[in-house]
Nanobody, 117 residues
């Protein structure tokens, strides 16, 4: 599975951005992770194939929405009410082995999101 993320950029606090991840190949779960400067990478959101089972980390619940377009094999992360603490490099990742939002075995290149106050 190859993953191509796009959509990062700079935005002011309170603004919105939508990240896209175009996938080639089949996966059982796909999601977004982020890594802020000086911090460990964390899972942001994930969606499992075959259903609408989604996961969001607490800090983004109510602000971020993950969705997918099966026809385009693309997953989106709509981010709204962005905060400076959302600043990070965002990575798209997929699990092609099990329907589990962890142990991702495919990673795309990151896209930088910068939120200014």
């Amino acid at each position: 599975v190859q993953l191509q993320a796009s959509g990062g950029g700079s935005v002011q606090a309170g603004g919105s951005l939508t990240l896209s991840c175009a996938a080639s190949g089949d996966y059982k779960a796909i999601g977004w992770f982020r890594q802020a400067p000086g911090k460990e990478r964390e899972a942001v959101s994930c969606i499992r194939s075959g259903g609408n089972n989604t996961y969001y980390t607490d800090s983004v619940k109510g602000r971020f929405t993950i969705s997918r377009d099966n026809a385009k094999n693309t997953v989106y992360l709509q981010m709204s009410s962005l905060k400076p603490e959302d600043t990070a490099v965002y990575y798209c990742a997929a699990n092609s082995v099990v329907t589990y939002c962890g142990g991702m075995n495919h990673w795309g290149k990151g896209t930088l999101v910068t939120v200014s106050s």
